[in-house]
């Protein structure tokens, strides 16, 4: 069926690195548009980054430009979000989302569980 | 980055008809439309409404969305217990090159 499995979240120290996996199944992974969202607990959606199709185009909330890179291989179906120098407030439940992909605005139609990440000392 | 703003909190009897509204500007609402999700506690975001009123299948009729201007609406009728949750608006934003959500509204059927 269709899904997604995130996987790589932990408890982590400030300054550290760690990199999350999705791993996509049951769809055209090599035609959808990927993306990162997390929600700090207790708090609302954050859009992350987002990859094209084919990981030619890659985009990133200003909060993690310059830390975090998103990555995908289309022969393995899966994102991956490398995150390094991480901060306590990247503390999160991270989701990789799949774009519904039928134009601008056209949102995220099939979400992961999610994996957490916890930045602490 | 600039998000969309919605109310924090929303609250109407069983069976009765809310409303809930995102507004955004001539850069993503506006322009590009929105998209609406629903949360539950514990649970991933769920799909309701994309590209401001196309339905994902399996989606009821008891969801609608519409736009006017920089502001979408997400309409619900009939409320049921298992609409209370929380409702998130995102558009993509074509100054910023990002997406863009809404604080999300906590939706309390009574």
């Known amino acids: 069926q269709v899904q997604l499995v995130e996987s790589g979240g932990g408890v982590v120290q400030p300054g550290r690195s760690l990199r999350l996996s999705c791993a996509a199944s049951?769809?055209?992974?090599?035609?959808?548009?990927m993306h990162w969202v997390r929600q700090a607990p207790g708090k609302g959606l954050e859009w992350v980054a987002s990859s094209s199709s084919d990981g030619s185009y890659k985009f990133y909330a200003d909060s993690v430009k310059g830390r975090f890179t998103i990555s995908r291989d289309n022969s393995r179906n899966t994102v991956n979000l490398q995150m390094n120098s991480l901060r306590t407030e990247d503390t999160a439940m991270y989701y990789c989302?799949?774009?519904?992909?039928?134009?601008?605005?056209?949102?995220?139609?099939?979400w992961g569980q999610g994996t957490v990440v916890s930045v602490s000392s | 980055q600039a998000g969309l703003t919605q109310p924090p909190s929303v609250s109407k009897d069983l069976r009765q008809t809310a409303t809930l509204t995102c507004t955004g500007n001539?850069?993503?609402?506006?322009?590009?439309?929105a998209a609406w999700l629903q949360q539950h506690q514990g649970h991933p975001p769920k799909l309701l409404s994309y590209?401001?009123?196309n339905r994902p299948s399996g989606i009821s009729e008891r969801f609608s969305a519409s736009r006017s201007g920089n502001t979408a609406s997400l309409t619900i009728t009939g409320l049921q217990p298992e609409d209370e949750a929380d409702y998130y608006c995102s558009a993509w934003d074509s100054s910023l090159s990002a997406w863009v959500f809404g604080g999300g509204t906590k939706l309390t059927v009574l």
């Open positions: 989302a799949k774009e519904e992909g039928t134009g601008p605005s056209s949102g995220f139609d099939i």
């Open positions: 590209r401001n009123n």
């Open positions: 049951g769809f055209t992974f090599s035609g959808s548009e």
């Open positions: 001539n850069n993503n609402v506006g322009n590009e439309g």
